[in-house]
């Protein structure tokens, strides 16, 4: 088992970059997958990114590909996102999700993930 804490969030203009950390307990960090999806107010909850165990291979949704980008350390343990060029439209509560078997394919669907963590709050004003 998995707990994650996300930090980093905040409020920032529009244009403005944050990078957000989900730390991981336990010592099979790098055995799991990792994702960020995030949920704004009155939406489903939305794919990001996401990063294999090994840190080699990274996907992103559409909407911020080319502004966002995933990595991880594995010897602390934590996953970032860097997010930059930020929009309003980026406002919204970011989750960091993990697990040990999900598929290549599948690495955007929500499902697929079994740990996430509590959410932080990135607020990007106009």
């Known amino acids: 088992q998995v707990q994650l804490v996300e930090s980093g969030g905040g409020l920032v203009q529009a244009g403005g970059s944050l990078r957000l950390s989900c730390a991981a307990s336990?010592?099979?960090?790098?055995?799991?997958?990792m994702g960020w999806f995030r949920q704004a107010p009155g939406k489903e909850r939305e794919f990001v990114a996401a990063?294999?165990?090994?840190?080699?291979?990274?996907y992103y949704s559409g909407s911020v590909k080319g502004r966002f980008t995933i990595s991880r350390d594995n010897a602390k343990n934590t996953v970032y996102l860097q997010m930059n060029s930020l929009k309003p439209e980026d406002t919204a509560v970011y989750y960091c999700a993990a697990d040990p078997v999900v598929r290549a394919q599948a690495m955007g669907v929500m499902s697929e993930y079994e740990y996430w963590g509590q959410g932080t709050q990135v607020t990007v004003s106009s």
């Open positions: 336990g010592r099979t960090f790098s055995t799991y997958a």
């Open positions: 990063i294999n165990r090994s840190g080699g291979i990274t």
